[in-house]
């Protein structure tokens, strides 16, 4: 029940509290994503339908965690990958649920079953059998024999030219691609080799500043706000105190907090910060009293510095993609209608 205490709730009403801890969100948040995983198409289903009243932009479905909770004992997340089958009939059941779009999550391979081929026929089977048009491609396969998540975030070699390959061969997908860009320089590099979109996940929660503030700028042209990191606290502590205790016990001033934590990265103070927001979360019940006991470590020169000019990094990691492409895929047809 994820923080839930029983307490005197009638066990539907705690249900629907818990349920709405887990899927709702603030409207600042559009256009907002769900992702689902597992392995039972009922659950699917009734996942799905739960969603329908928060009104996410797009219903995901995980098919690319390879965290032994979920690929082993639980049998979805990458493992889902061996059975594609499966995946277009979970994927047919989640869109006839929803009126969201919807998009797989996936790695470009598994342990052994790393060949361009074989992602090519997981994307060709997918799409062929169910309404799935939008694929996010982690480019790294995930090693299921035991290592951490952690460790198959770094220790899998980047294939940037197999998801540059799905581009050319599946034209009428969309494809996202994702792992290893950690600059608005790469996202841009990404999108200018034809990316039809790109996804940041730690580079964005690790150092949000350097990231995450220049997005509009940068990639979408839009001007520059000027905005400090002071005035960011003040908009954050507002919504904050809206949101905190609004389900119980639930968020608390931690859990609001944390995604802050990566704000300073690199920045005078920021260890002395991190130390302190530890402290604050011991007692602290609210956003004032949490700003007002930690950003005394972070000088007044960084508090008030306008966004800069986005930082420039000279590596591509695309440069020359298009001349280390796969072979051509030729889709195997019959494999799809009698698999």
């Given at each position: 029940m994820?923080?839930f205490?029983?307490?005197?709730l009638?066990?539907?009403q705690l249900?629907?509290?818990?349920?709405?801890w887990f899927l709702?969100?603030s409207?600042?948040q559009?256009?907002?994503v769900l992702q689902i995983?597992g392995?039972?198409?009922e659950?699917?289903a009734?996942?799905t339908e739960?969603?329908?009243?928060?009104?996410?932009?797009e219903?995901?479905?995980?098919?690319?965690?390879?965290?032994?909770?979920?690929?082993?004992?639980?049998c979805?997340?990458?493992r889902l990958?061996?059975?594609p089958?499966?995946?277009g009939e979970?994927?047919?059941v989640?869109?006839?649920?929803?009126?969201?779009?919807v998009?797989?999550?996936?790695?470009?391979?598994?342990?052994?079953?790393?060949?361009?081929?074989?992602?090519c026929?997981?994307?060709?089977?997918v799409s062929?059998?169910s309404?799935?048009?939008?694929?996010?491609i982690?480019s790294r396969?995930?090693?299921?024999?035991g290592?951490?998540?952690a460790?198959n975030?770094r220790?899998?070699?980047?294939?940037?030219?197999?998801?540059?390959?799905?581009?050319?061969d599946f034209?009428d997908?969309?494809f996202t691609?994702?792992g290893?860009?950690?600059?608005?320089d790469e996202?841009?590099?990404?999108?200018?080799?034809g990316?039809?979109?790109?996804?940041?996940?730690?580079?964005?929660?690790?150092?949000?500043w350097?990231?995450?503030?220049y997005v509009d700028?940068a990639?979408?042209g839009v001007?520059?706000?000027g905005?400090?990191?002071?005035?960011?606290?003040k908009?954050?502590?507002v919504y904050?105190?809206?949101?905190?205790?609004?389900y119980?016990?639930?968020?608390?001033?931690?859990?609001?907090?944390?995604p802050l934590?990566?704000?300073?990265?690199?920045e005078?103070g920021?260890?002395l910060?991190?130390?302190?927001?530890?402290?604050?979360?011991?007692h602290?019940?609210?956003m004032?009293?949490?700003?007002?006991?930690t950003?005394d470590?972070?000088?007044d020169?960084?508090?008030?510095?306008?966004l800069?000019?986005?930082?420039?990094?000279?590596?591509n990691?695309f440069?020359?993609i298009r001349d280390?492409?796969?072979?051509?895929y030729k889709?195997?047809?019959?494999?799809?209608l009698?698999?």
């Open positions: 994820h923080g205490t029983l307490r005197c009638p066990l539907k249900f629907i509290k818990s349920m709405t709702a969100f409207p600042e559009h256009p907002i995983g392995s039972n198409l659950n699917l009734k996942a739960l969603a329908n009243a928060y009104s996410y932009d219903i995901n479905f995980n098919c690319g965690c390879p965290s032994p909770r979920v690929a082993g004992h639980g979805f997340g990458v990958m061996l059975d089958k499966f995946v979970a994927m047919s989640i869109a006839a649920k929803t009126n969201a779009p998009s797989v999550k996936c790695r470009i391979g598994v342990d052994d079953h790393d060949s361009y081929n074989e992602l026929d997981f994307i060709y089977k062929s059998l309404p799935t048009r939008h694929f996010i982690h396969k995930a090693l299921l024999n290592i951490s998540p460790d975030r220790v899998p070699p980047l294939k940037y030219e197999y998801f540059y390959g799905l581009l050319r034209p997908l969309k691609i994702n290893g860009i950690n600059s608005i996202v841009n590099a990404a999108l200018l080799e990316a039809h979109g790109v996804m940041v996940g730690r580079a964005a929660y690790n150092n949000p350097q990231t995450l503030a700028s990639v979408y001007p520059s706000s905005v400090t990191r002071r005035q960011v606290l908009e954050y502590e904050g105190e809206a949101v905190l205790g609004i119980g016990k639930k968020p608390t001033v931690r859990d609001v907090a944390k934590l990566g704000l300073f990265h690199s005078p920021n260890g910060w991190k130390r302190r927001a530890d402290a604050a979360f011991m602290c019940t609210t004032k009293s949490f700003f007002e006991e950003l470590a972070i000088p020169s960084v508090l008030d510095a306008p800069a000019e986005a930082p420039s990094r000279s590596e990691p440069a020359n280390v492409l796969p072979p051509p889709e195997r047809e019959q494999e799809v009698y698999a």
